[in-house]
Each structure stands twice: as structure tokens, then as C-alpha cells.
Nanobody
């Protein structure tokens, strides 16, 4: 089992920046994918970005070139640098961990709230 602890959310003005962090612990396999998803009230959860242990990256359309995902394998930590934030970025952001070779092993963090004011 993998536990994910997120931090870095908060209230920020439009155009500002935040950096989210997610630390994974537990039965962590080397081959894994960590990522960020977000969900606004009344909306479906959507992909923001993912990154493998080998640093292969995918971005959702919501990132729009404004966000950067990175990870530190030694610290089992994934980061999401969010710049040029917009009110539409307001959502609960969830960290995700998935075993690359066993899709049944997938876990979610508790979420961290990001609120962007206009």
C-alpha cells in the first residue's frame, strides 16, 4: 500500500504561482507513474500531468504550457509548479501513484485545495 501526502495548496491571485508537492511512502515499486489530477465542484476529475520514474511526462490540456511536473526519485516526491494561474484553475488537486506493471496498484492522496481569485 502507498500513502500520498500532498501540500502546497492555498489561495492565490490570478497570475500568481503555487508549487504543489506530494510525498509517497509505503510499498513503492521502482517502476511507477506519479501525477496530478484536479476536480472542481460539479466537474469531472481531469488529468493535469503525469511523470514516470524514468521522467516520461504527459500533460493534460489544462496545463496549457503554464505548469511543470517534476519528481525526485530519491525523495519519492512529485512536484507541480503552477504559473500564470487563472480562476479556472480553482479545484481540488489530487496526487496519484500507479504501479507501471500492475494497474491494480493505484492510490490517491487526500487532495489539496487551490483557489485562484480574480
Amino acid at each position: 500500500q502507498v500513502q500520498l501526502v500532498e501540500s502546497g495548496g492555498g489561495l492565490v491571485q490570478a497570475g500568481g504561482s503555487l508549487r504543489l508537492s506530494c510525498v509517497a511512502s509505503g510499498n513503492i515499486f521502482t517502476s511507477n507513474v506519479m501525477g496530478w489530477y484536479r476536480q472542481a465542484p460539479g466537474s469531472q476529475r481531469e488529468l493535469v500531468a503525469t511523470i514516470t520514474n524514468g521522467f516520461a511526462i504527459t500533460y493534460g490540456d489544462s496545463a496549457k504550457g503554464r505548469f511543470t511536473i517534476s519528481r525526485d526519485n530519491a525523495k519519492n516526491t512529485v512536484y507541480l509548479q503552477m504559473n500564470s494561474l487563472k480562476p479556472e484553475d480553482t479545484a481540488a488537486y489530487y496526487c496519484n501513484w500507479k504501479n507501471l506493471y500492475n494497474t491494480r496498484l493505484a492510490y490517491w492522496g487526500q487532495g489539496t485545495q487551490v483557489t485562484v481569485s480574480s
